[in-house]
C-alpha cells in the first residue's frame, strides 16, 4: 500500500522559513517525477514545484521562485521542500504527489498525479 506522509508544517510569522518533508512508502519512486501543491481556503489546488525523477529537471511557480527549493533523496524516498522569506500568500495546505507515470519531465496540473498526500497546514502570520 503506497503511502505519502507530510510533515513539517505549522505556524510561522512573515519572512520566516519551514522545511517540509514527504516520505513515500509501500513503493520506490525514484523514477517518477515527485511535486508539491498547495491549496488554500476557497481556491483550487495550485503546483507550487516539482522535481523530476533525476533531479534534473526542476519547475517552480513564479509565485515562489528564489524563496522555494525543491529536492529529493532517492535513497530514503523523500521529497523536500524548503520554504524562506515565506508571505501571508504562502498560507495553504501542502501536498506532496508522485507522478503516475515513469521517466516524464515535470508537469504541473494534478491530473498527471496518481499518489498524494494527506497535506500539511502551513500557516504564515503577518
Known amino acids: 500500500q503506497v503511502q505519502l506522509v507530510e510533515s513539517g508544517g505549522g505556524l510561522v510569522q512573515a519572512g520566516g522559513s519551514l522545511r517540509l518533508s514527504c516520505a513515500a512508502s509501500?513503493?520506490?519512486?525514484?523514477?517518477?517525477?515527485m511535486a508539491w501543491f498547495r491549496q488554500a481556503a476557497g481556491k483550487e489546488r495550485e503546483f507550487v514545484a516539482g522535481i523530476s525523477w533525476s533531479g534534473a529537471n526542476i519547475y517552480y511557480a513564479d509565485s515562489v521562485k528564489g524563496r522555494f527549493t525543491i529536492s529529493r533523496d532517492n535513497a530514503k524516498n523523500t521529497v523536500y521542500l524548503q520554504m524562506n522569506s515565506l508571505k501571508p500568500e504562502d498560507t495553504a495546505v501542502y501536498y506532496c504527489a508522485v507522478d503516475a507515470r515513469k521517466y516524464r519531465v515535470v508537469l504541473r496540473t494534478t491530473a498527471n498525479y496518481e499518489y498524494w498526500g494527506q497535506g500539511t497546514q502551513v500557516t504564515v502570520s503577518s
Open positions: 509501500g513503493r520506490t519512486f525514484s523514477s517518477y517525477t
